[in-house]
């Protein structure tokens, strides 16, 4: 008996719609990564990209525990010396919300051309509205 291989010809891939209001940022992420990485399914193939769409919405009601409202920061530098950038959590979520959901999903999945391509199948918006009727997305409940 021999081990299957998923072909990246054969995936089927369906198109699921998330409601993050009142959920907590990690626990989602962790959901939201396993799918696009096609971990629920039974032909997970490491190296091929076999996971679903994924479309966030709600994504400015996410939630924290603790004192993270405050104290979260996130850090970015531009390459000079000194060139470091923190923005705290409170201020990227009046910014850009959805930007939030992408970073928490983005260290969960690979670095690499793989990682790449799996984070253009997560579309996060901040409110309840999303462009991809047509795609008949079906609701993940969490």
Do not use: C
Request: charged share 30%; no cysteine.
């Amino acid at each position: 008996m021999s081990t299957y291989i998923a072909k990246p010809n054969e995936v089927e891939r369906k198109w699921y719609v998330v409601d993050a209001a009142g959920q907590t940022l990690g626990r989602l992420a962790t959901r939201i990564a396993e799918v696009l990485r096609g971990k629920h399914k039974p032909t997970f193939t490491p190296h091929v990209d076999t996971g679903d769409y994924v479309i966030v919405v709600n994504a400015e009601k996410v939630k924290l525990t603790g004192n993270k409202w405050e104290q979260k920061k996130y850090y970015r530098h531009s390459g000079y010396p000194g060139g470091l950038k923190e923005t705290p959590y409170n201020k990227l979520v009046e910014k850009k919300p959805e930007l939030i959901i992408e970073k928490a999903v983005r260290g969960m999945i690979p670095h690499n051309k793989l990682g790449r391509k799996i984070m253009k199948k997560l579309k996060v918006y901040a409110g309840p509205e999303h462009p991809h009727q047509a795609q008949q997305p079906e609701v993940m409940e969490l």
